[in-house]
């Protein structure tokens, strides 16, 4: 019989006590993960993912685009407009843009200058109207990427009866949010609300399921 989790004892050697404990730690999933010996039958990892940002003019045509994500050839770049403060946000969903494996605690967080560069080549291919001038500014950071179907793990772990994984996003967690957190509620509590809650399968995003079958793998899922 899988045997069970205490807490969660932290760096500076404090214990937080808990009769569930919730691994949704984003990169250092993996790491906290291997403490205990959880094991997973997909691969998370922490993969570097840049963002470039660029101002726009007073120009309704552009302020009012829709979020845009090119498919066509190997461009993969996406865009949408920020009309608050008149920017344009901008990255790409090809595979070469979204491969990096990186440490968590230690990563290059700027916008490379070769990727800046294709990126706006990409940009201005599709958008040929876009100011030509004007500083481009962007960041790096991470998704936590399942390298085998760029689809989460929810559920409890294996090992542990009272530990449950929640990661491996991918990219496109956000929005996910309101469906995941009531996955995790109805297997944690065992119970459900009179509405709210979704009715996928409980065990669709088990840690130890088979990857899922895809025609096509993308972040952007």
């Given at each position: 019989?899988?045997?069970?989790?205490?807490?969660?004892?932290?760096?500076?050697?404090?214990?937080?006590?808990?009769?569930?404990?919730?691994?949704?730690?984003?990169?250092?999933?993996?790491?906290?993960?291997?403490?205990?010996?959880?094991?997973?039958?997909?691969?998370?990892?922490?993969?570097?993912?840049?963002?470039?940002?660029?101002?726009?003019?007073?120009?309704?045509?552009?302020?009012?685009?829709?979020?845009?994500?090119?498919?066509?050839?190997?461009?993969?770049?996406?865009?949408?407009?920020?009309?608050?403060?008149?920017?344009?946000?901008?990255?790409?969903?090809?595979?070469?843009?979204?491969?990096?494996?990186?440490?968590?605690?230690?990563?290059?967080?700027?916008?490379?200058?070769?990727?800046?560069?294709?990126?706006?080549?990409?940009?201005?291919?599709?958008?040929?109207?876009?100011?030509?001038?004007?500083?481009?500014?962007?960041?790096?950071?991470?998704?936590?990427?399942?390298?085998?179907?760029?689809?989460?793990?929810?559920?409890?772990a294996a090992e542990l009866k009272n530990y449950f994984l929640c990661n491996g996003?991918?990219?496109?967690?956000?929005?996910?949010?309101?469906?995941?957190?009531?996955?995790?509620?109805?297997?944690?509590?065992?119970?459900?609300?009179?509405?709210?809650?979704?009715?996928?399968?409980?065990?669709?995003?088990?840690?130890?399921?088979?990857?899922?079958?895809?025609?096509?793998?993308?972040?952007?899922?």
């Amino acid at each position: 019989a899988a045997s069970e989790a205490e807490g969660v004892k932290l760096v500076d050697g404090s214990k937080v006590m808990a009769g569930t404990v919730l691994n949704c730690a984003g990169p250092w999933f993996q790491s906290l993960n291997q403490t205990v010996g959880v094991k997973t039958s997909t691969e998370m990892l922490p993969t570097r993912i840049q963002v470039g940002h660029m101002s726009l003019p007073e120009d309704e045509d552009l302020l009012s685009l829709p979020f845009v994500a090119d498919f066509w050839g190997n461009s993969g770049v996406y865009f949408m407009p920020r009309r608050a403060n008149k920017q344009l946000v901008f990255g790409s969903i090809a595979h070469r843009f979204e491969s990096e494996i990186v440490d968590p605690d230690n990563f290059n967080e700027a916008l490379d200058p070769d990727v800046k560069a294709d990126y706006l080549g990409c940009l201005f291919h599709r958008c040929p109207t876009l100011p030509q001038s004007g500083a481009i500014v962007g960041f790096s950071h991470m998704y936590t990427v399942n390298q085998e179907d760029v689809h989460p793990v929810i559920g409890r772990a294996a090992e542990l009866k009272n530990y449950f994984l929640c990661n491996g996003f991918s990219g496109h967690g956000f929005k996910l949010a309101p469906a995941v957190g009531s996955l995790m509620s109805q297997q944690i509590l065992g119970t459900k609300t009179s509405q709210w809650e979704t009715s996928i399968p409980l065990d669709f995003m088990d840690p130890n399921r088979k990857p899922l079958a895809l025609q096509v793998k993308t972040h952007f899922a």
